[in-house]
């Protein structure tokens, strides 16, 4: 009933259109029940008069089935578009909510859960949702008021036969309801099975330069035929429940037929009923069996648009791990102090990857973190824009604690280099404006220049209005890297964290974009995670650590004195380059 509730509050905006999209199907109904009422007055009264008041008043029904008829129409046309309509928007407005919840939800979140199975809720669930919001109400109204419509008038005409008719519409009724409850579990296992499908299509046309460099096209369709065998199977056991709710629905509809002939012959006999009687029976019954058709579709139709929205629910109904607490401040002129007291954390509250960190970052300061791969080092500065939360300690910038801080100002002092460059689809200006969306061109320039891309900009035939392709498959490496340092400085943070931002390139790129990035830290508190060790030499700290946590801390003269861990870094690294 929550669900329900929930559902029906989308229809609050457009009241005005759904009630009018009800009253238009309540004159197609009343017109469709006046029908035989009209034809049984011209069968009793109307055609058994003179031939000249026949005629006079064929003119007058005559004009009055026309305009009948044509009020029908327009409540037709406005029923089928406008009514359409309403459940686009509705659909529009889901699909944003659902759009808005996914942007609040945290990194936790997407850990856990698939990408394409999140994309099979915002399309096809909201598709099948659109389709109920609008005939769902609609074809549920005008199928109770013929329902309710004919029975009324079957009563009056012969109430006996009409209970008969009602007893067997209840058993049919009964029927339907447990059916109803199969074909409800079958439809949920449709939404999960096509989530499944879209999850194996998405995840392979990702890394499609993947699959056909390692030549593993094979085992992809094995994946993706998988999932879609398995989304077949649920298909097939729905339509066999429908099947038998559809058969057995039909079967009872006969049943309705097989009670006037039987019956109403057996009432006729009695000389309780007229034929003339039964025939005008027959006609309503025609009326009060297609509402049960369109109420045997809607069944169908309600079940599909219920689950999809039981799915869209789900996702609405989680609350964000990472969000703003109630008495939460935004973080203003921002020094870039940056501060982890006695900082423990763990991934799903079961992998341990941070345990008693204690370390001070003072503004302006150039810090570089060192270790193994898995140690925590990008982990440990997840933590300072609360991409997580820690489990224990505290994680302060200027001073503050960033919990009680305002995430959008917390991260808008932040910003971010990594080895993973994402660039959206679009032209090279556009992902650059991405730093600070209200920039000039004059902005957009100066910064691209200070990331050393200005120039391969300019030499493109269409400039910053190149397209650079989905993830910017058109650009090489470093072309992308320094785009996305050019974002940065666009957004000019006070806080900059680079994570192994030069770690997939080749030395030549490596120094264009270091030269950038050197550029980019003055004035700034910048911790830099390296690989290459020549890259963090000039650093102001050098932490490094390993599982067990942080191991050393000084300066790149200061630790190779010590001849520790970060000293054998360096020779092992060093050696190896003057190998090659």
């Not at 763990?346 to 941070?354: A, F, I, P, R």
Request: glycine fraction near 6%; aromatic fraction near 12%; proline fraction near 2%.
């Amino acid at each position: 009933m929550k669900t329900f509730q929930h559902f029906l509050t989308y229809y609050k905006p457009y009241l005005g259109v759904f009630f009018l999209d009800l009253f238009c199907a309540f004159l197609v109904s009343v017109i469709d029940l006046a029908f035989p009422l009209i034809l049984t007055y011209c069968t009793d009264v109307l055609f058994i008069q003179k031939s000249a008041e026949i005629l006079d008043g064929l003119l007058i029904l005559g004009l009055f089935l026309f305009g009948m008829y044509l009020i029908r129409a327009v409540c037709r046309y406005y029923v089928s578009a406008q009514g359409h309509i309403m459940g686009s928007y509705m659909e529009r407005d889901m699909r944003k909510d659902l759009f808005d919840q996914y942007q609040r939800l945290s990194f936790s979140y997407y850990d856990r859960h698939n990408t394409g199975i999140m994309m099979s809720r915002v399309v096809s669930d909201l598709f099948e949702i659109c389709e109920f919001a609008h005939h769902g109400p609609e074809n549920l109204f005008i199928s109770l008021v013929k329902i309710i419509g004919s029975f009324v008038i079957l009563a009056f005409i012969f109430w006996p036969l009409a209970l008969i008719l009602f007893l067997v519409t209840m058993i049919m009724l009964v029927f339907s309801y447990f059916q109803n409850k199969k074909m409800q579990e079958t439809f949920m296992d449709n939404r999960r099975k096509i989530g499944e499908v879209n999850a194996s299509l998405q995840d392979s046309l990702a890394g499609i330069r993947i699959v056909q460099s390692f030549t593993n096209e094979e085992i992809e369709k094995t994946k993706f035929e998988h999932s879609n065998d398995e989304f077949l199977e649920s298909k097939k056991r729905n339509y066999h429940v429908m099947g038998t709710y559809y058969s057995f629905n039909n079967f009872f509809q006969g049943m309705l037929y097989l009670t006037v002939i039987v019956a109403g012959g057996l009432f006729v006999a009695q000389g309780e009923l007229s034929p003339l009687t039964l025939a005008t029976f027959a006609l309503y019954i025609n009326i009060f069996v297609a509402p049960i058709d369109i109420l045997v579709e809607f069944t169908e139709m309600f079940q599909k648009g219920f689950s999809g929205f039981k799915r869209f629910e789900e996702v609405m109904k989680e609350i964000p791990e990472i969000q703003d607490a109630k008495d939460a401040k935004d973080l203003e002129h921002v020094r870039g102090d940056i501060c982890f007291e006695d900082v423990s954390f763990t991934y799903n509250k079961e992998e341990s990857v941070l345990e008693h960190v204690n370390l001070t970052i003072p503004a302006g300061q150039k810090l570089a973190l060192v270790g193994p791969s898995g140690s925590g080092k990008t982990t440990l500065c997840s933590l300072i824009p609360r991409f997580y939360d820690v489990d224990q300690g505290r994680v302060l910038v200027d001073g503050q604690d960033v919990r009680d801080l305002k995430l959008k100002s917390l991260r808008q002092a932040i910003g971010l280099v990594s080895q993973d460059v994402y660039l959206f689809s679009g032209t090279i200006e556009q992902n650059i404006r991405y730093g600070k969306p209200n920039a000039t061109t004059k902005e957009i320039v100066e910064a691209a220049k200070k990331a050393n891309i200005h120039e391969f900009i300019q030499s493109l035939p269409e400039g910053y209005d190149t397209y650079v392709g989905e993830r910017g498959a058109r650009l090489s490496g470093g072309q992308k890297q320094r785009i996305s340092i050019a974002r940065v400085f666009l957004k000019n943070p006070k806080i900059l964290i680079l994570d192994e931002a030069t770690s997939a390139l080749d030395n030549e790129s490596e120094r264009i974009i270091q030269s950038s990035l050197d550029r980019l830290s003055e004035g700034r508190t910048c911790i830099t995670i390296a690989h290459r060790l020549s890259t963090i030499q000039n650093a102001d700290e050098i932490v490094v650590i390993d599982q067990d946590g942080m191991k050393e801390k000084g300066t790149h003269e200061e630790l190779l004195k010590k001849n520790g861990t970060y000293a054998r870094y360096y020779h092992l690294q060093f050696s190896k380059e003057e190998d090659e």
